[in-house]
Every structure is written in C-alpha cells, then in structure tokens.
C-alpha cells in the first residue's frame, strides 16, 4: 500500500523533488519557487489558476472542443501560418543566440544559427508541454544532445512562456548565478531535462527517457486509455555521432525498437577543427539503418521547413524503430563571412559580423528583441500547455476510477513517493548466517527490493550472471516484452550509464541500477560524474572491488577505484563489509534519488560480523566492537568492505594481550563527512592518535582520519595474477600487518 500524499498534487510533488538539491545542498544556489508554478492533479486543489480542478478540466475541455485541436492536429493549423512569420521567429531564434553570446563574448552561436528551422517547427508545431510546469508528468522530452548550442534551447524556451528564461536570464548567459548556464543543466533551468554537453551522453540519455515511456506505457496503459503516450526527441551533432557513447545507445535504441524515439541530427560537417572530412567520412545513414533505425534526409534544413515538418510526420508513422532525421544545415546560417566554418562554432561573432549578419538576415532590431507578432504567435503555448495538462488529468481521473489499483503504482512513480514500509523487506543477517560475498548479498537484496518498489528497474553490461543483478520474478525488458524489467544492456558500460541517467530523469519513482566490474567504471566514468551532476540516483552495483577477485590479475583488480570515486562530488561511494552492511547501503541508494550511489561488492566470501547495522551504515562511519571505556581506547581500527573482517581479527588478537581496541566501519566517507562534529568525535576522539586503516586499495585519502601519527594499510600498485588468499599476503594486507602496525603507535 502507498503511503498517502493526498495532500499534495504530482506537479507539487515532482516541482518540490526539483528544487530541493539534497541534503548538503545550499538552498540559495537552486531556482527560487517563485520561478516555478504548479497545476493541479486529478481533483486535487489547483495552487496556480485560482479555480478548482473540476472547473478547470470542465473549461479546458470546452476549450479543446471549441478552439483547439491541441497538438494532434498541430501541423494542420500551423500549416496555415504565414511564411514570413516563420522566417521571421526563426531569426528571431537566431537573433536571441546571437545576442547572448555576443553580450556574454563567449559561447556556440553557430549550432543555434543552423538549427533554429527545426527548432521552431519542433517546439511550435509538434513539442507537446505545458510551460508553466516543466514537470507535467506526459510532456514530450527534448534533448540537446549537442549541448554547446544550448542557447538554441534557451531560446525556445524563452519564446514558448517558460518562466525559467526571461529576457534577464539571456542577457546573463554563462555568468555566476545564471539560469542559463554555458551547457545545459536541469537542475538549474526547469525546462531542460537532461545536463548535455559531453557530447554523446544526450543521445544516449535520450535513449534512457524513450526507454521509461516505453517501459510505462507497456505496465500501465490499457486499451481504452492510453495514460502513458509521449515522445522523446533529440538534435544531435557530428561530435555526438563521433562519440563512441552515442554507438552503444543508438545500437540499443534499434534493437529495443523504441519507436517513440525522433533524433535530428544536425548534418552540418563542422567540428571544432575544421570540416568533417579530415576525421569522419562515415555513412551515417547506412550505419543508423543497419542499427536497426528509420532513417530520414531532410536536404535542406535552412528554410526547407516543408521538409522538415514531412520528416517529423513520417518519423511519428513509424512505430517499430527510432528515427534519425538527417537535417543538412550551415552552421551560422546568415553569417556571411563566418558561416559554414569552424570559426563560427564555439566564439562569438564579433561586433562587425553581428552587423553584417543582421544585415544580411534583414533584422533591423536591437539586441535581445522579439517582435510583436511573433510574440503572439509562441503565447499560444500557455494555453495550449494548460489545457494539454488539465486534458491528461481528467483522463488520468478516468483511469483512477477504472483501474484503481494500477492508477495508486503509476502516481506513486511519479511523484517518486515510495510504498510505506519498503525496507522491511530487506534481508536480514546475523553473525551466525553463513559467509558470503557480498555480491550475493547484493542479489538477495535486489530481488527482495523487486518485490515491493515498483520503479526498481536495471541490468548489467553482459554480467549479469558475475553480478547477479537479475531480479528473478521478471523477465528480460525487450523489443516485444516492454513491460519487464531486467535490461540487458550488452557490453556497453559508458552507454548502460547514460541510459540510466535518461531512466532516473524520466520520473522520480523509476530507480534504475547498472552492473559492472568495479574496474570497469573507467569505462562509464564520463556518465557517473554526469549523474552526480545532474542529480539522477542511478545506483552502480560494482562487484569484483578488489585484488580479491584473484586469477584474472591486475586488469580486472581495482586499486585507485574507491580513491577516485571519494574525491568526486554528489556521489556515495560505499563499500559494504557483510550481509547486514550492504542492506544498509540499498537502504541509503534506493532513498538518495538526487545522488547516486556507488556499491563495491566482493567476489569473495566474507563473515557476517558482529556489530555491524543498518543503522550505522546510514551514518557513514560507526564503532563495531569496542572494549574501551570513557572514549579512550588505545588504538582504533578501520576498514572497510571485506578487510572490516581482518580489523576485527587484528582487534582479537590485540584484545588478548589487554589492549583496549575500537574498530570503525567507514562504510561511507561521504555520509559520515556529513555527520555532526559530536557524532565524528564520539566514533573517532581527536584525543586518540593511534590510528590505524586497512583497506585493499589505494592509502589516498585514509590519512585524514588515521592522521599523521597512524597507518594506513593498502595497495600503492598494481595487483597480480594469483589465488585472493596468496595476493593478500603478498601484498600485506593481513591481521599480522594490523597487529605490527597498532604495536607501533602504541
């Protein structure tokens, strides 16, 4: 049963988990409320138009009937739009790009020069979205894969009636506090759904999205209501194609066949270097073809606005397979001396060229204006917007009434609120339970995890049977079986991030988690810092974390892997000690949904320890056996993952010869940094210099808490092919050396 939120809409509910940033975050630094409005949800009470939910469907549904043919005629009555006003809101696109750049003297006007045609027919003609909620729950999605262009976006989002871009924020483009930031970044701008800029993870991000509905749709829809129905769309580049990350996504999207999938590429043979030809000289279209997408050429994507709207309608006839349309544009379209060059791509134009090309555009205006007409023309969307919303609600309020049942899960997923009691259902162990890796335990809690949180979705680059990340009661989420949840992402660990974070993005109550060997984050470590970025709690189910894993040797042993995760920012990293440990640590991943979590979990087989607790994983860094009196021990022992067991070891031995000993799981070091300084001072006294740390990997970073006087006990090189027994006590990572190195402080 879901805990109840009948006080609160989905749109208050999804705006809230959008403006808070987490618990360490400063307040100050996200979008103020007042940026932010909130219609109303299925009968609840409206906090936006002054008028009850009911009054409101009733009207917007005598404003369909009457006036609009929202969106699923849109092209019939934009058809009927003047030429000339196309013309001139496309300049007006390119203008604001222009203008913003030029004020900032730093950006990418070119890609919002070439691509404000298909801009303007996608987010005037076809883009279905309510700009006063960013947030509404069955929008379509774009994605600025390309996101060096974001001023395109900024643009559009300006004109359509998106109050997280006004006239100020283009005027502050790239500067302290902006709301328009130099790439595009959702939890800074509402509107933008996806942080773009490493080129390729878009794409693949939007591969995730199109999986989420993809996935809804198939649970939830029913043949007399489609509540789940939206597109994801996408402008991708030449960088993007060339991006191996955007080859994993894209072989994916084909072979699932998600057909709701529309990606334009911006065919304009320019990259920072020059012209495409020194470097990429693919076929792009017969590639995407053999990828199993619908291709499409749009030839002239400067004015060919025909055209383009065309590609759109045929791409939206094609339901098996994603589409790629292919739009040849020039890149700084109306610069006439700097278009169709490098030079236009990532700098301003400069005062001369500005005028030269408003000259030669035939924009006689100043900088930063929308003429009247066009104005009017783009505030349609408001209504549009809220009527398309207020549409879906009443439709929603049918499905609740029909399918009570699945309407509680499916609003449940997306508010993000999770079933009252979820984790009493993770396993439970005590010291008498059998040893085990904890990548078993890992499995157990997964699929105990399955059971009763619905949005827990996930899979393993072609590991799953090492990771053991398959949830048993489902299936393989595929082509004709949408509906499962086990996603078989192949080898394509940079891909398999990147989609997740499309996945996580969708709706606040799809959790979705990617396996791997812990050695092999190097390969998805660009779409790793993209979720702690752009706070999307993927969970990253990491086994194989050490030399433990033994025969296969130093390519597949991780030794600066736990290091390099703790010094990048707004992500977990935990390394969980036994069965009890790594409870604690699902526990912490499944409620961090605007951080994600990193799990290191070992091949090996480890004892379930006395001491260790949920509790204290949710702390970070907690005491596990003590025999000390006052705070005072003689000396504390810290680990983490499978050496927590050689300090408790160390410690027995210690205790015998009437030592007084503390050891510590540091499980955590982000969560136990953020705990208060009484906390810290109770697990770790300052008073007490006798220090020591164990951990097989990397010493980096132990030294602020053994401190100058302790030890820290690791590996400082690469592994070695050999049994886990031999390489720990080749490598010195044994009770013996604890025990020698305690005796030395004190």
Known sequence: MMASASSVSISQAIVAGAVNHGASSNSSDRLPLRFLTFPAFSGLKSTNLNASCSSRLGSARRRLSRRLVVKATAVETLEKTDTSLIEKSVNTIRFLAVDSVEKANTGHPGLPMGCAPMGHILYDEFLKYNPKNPYWFNRDRFVLSAGHGCMLQYALLHLAGYDSVKEEDLKSFRQWGS????????????????????????????????????????????????????????????????????????????????????????DNHISIDGDTEIAFTENVDLRFEAL?????????????????????????????????IKVTTTIGYGSPNKSNSYSVHGSALGPKEVDATRKNLGWPHEPFHVPEDVKKHWSRHTPEGAALEAEWNAQFAE??????????????????????????????????????????????????????????????????????????????????????????????????????????????????????????????????????????????????????????????????????????????????????????????AVLNRKRPSVLALSRQNVPQLHGTSIEGVEKGGYIVTDNSSGNKPDVILMGTGSELAIAAQAAGELRKEGKAVRVVSLVCWELFDEQSDAYKESVLPAAVSARVSIEAGSTFGWHKFVGSKGKAIGIDRFGASAPAVKLYKELGVTAEAVIAAAKSIC
């Not at 002239?300 to 094609?318: F, L, M, P, Q, T």
């Not at 680059?461 to 398959?470: E, F, G, I, K, P």
């Not at 949840?485 to 959790?511: K, S």
């Open 179 to 266: 709301k328009t930031p130099g790439h595009p970044e959702n939890f800074e701008t509402p509107g933008v759904e996806v942080t773009t800029g490493p080129l390729g993870q878009g794409i693949a991000n939007a591969v995730g999205l199109a999986l989420a509905e993809k996935h809804l749709a198939a649970r939830f829809n029913k043949p007399d209501n489609e509540i789940v129905d939206h597109y994801t769309y996408v402008i991708l580049g030449d960088g993007c194609q060339m991006e191996g990350v955007s080859q994993e996504a894209c072989s994916l999207a084909g072979h699932w066949g998600l057909g709701k999938l529309i990606a334009f590429y911006d």
């Open 399 to 588: 499905y609740e009434r029909k399918y009570k049942e699945e309407a509680a899960v499916l609003k449940s997923l997306i508010t993000g609120e999770l079933p009252a009691g979820w984790e009493k259902a993770l396993p439970t162990y005590t010291p008498e339970s059998p040893a085990e890796a904890t990548r078993v335990s890992s499995q157990q809690c997964i699929n105990a995890l399955a059971k009763v949180v619905p949005g827990l979705l996930g899979g393993s680059a072609d590991l799953a049977s090492s990771n053991l990340t398959l949830m048993k009661m489902f299936g393989n989420f595929q082509k004709g079986t949408p509906e499962e949840r086990n996603v078989r992402f192949g080898v394509r660990e940079h891909g398999m991030g990147a989609i997740c974070n499309g996945i996580a993005l969708h709706v606040p109550g799809l959790i979705p988690y990617c396996a791997t060997f812990f050695v092999f984050t190097d390969y998805l470590r660009a779409a790793m810092r993209i979720s702690a970025l752009c706070e999307a709690g993927v969970i990253y189910v990491m086994t194989h974390d050490s030399i433990g894993l033994g025969e296969d040797g130093p390519t597949h042993q991780p030794v600066e892997h736990l290091a390099s995760f703790r010094a990048m920012p707004s992500i977990l990293m935990l390394r969980p000690a036994d069965g009890t440990e790594t409870a604690g640590a699902y526990k912490i």
């Open 292 to 324: 199993g997408w619908h291709v499409i050429w749009v030839k002239n994507g400067n004015n060919g606005y025909d055209e383009i709207r065309a590609a759109i309608k045929e791409a939206k006839a094609v339901k098996d397979k994603p589409t790629l």
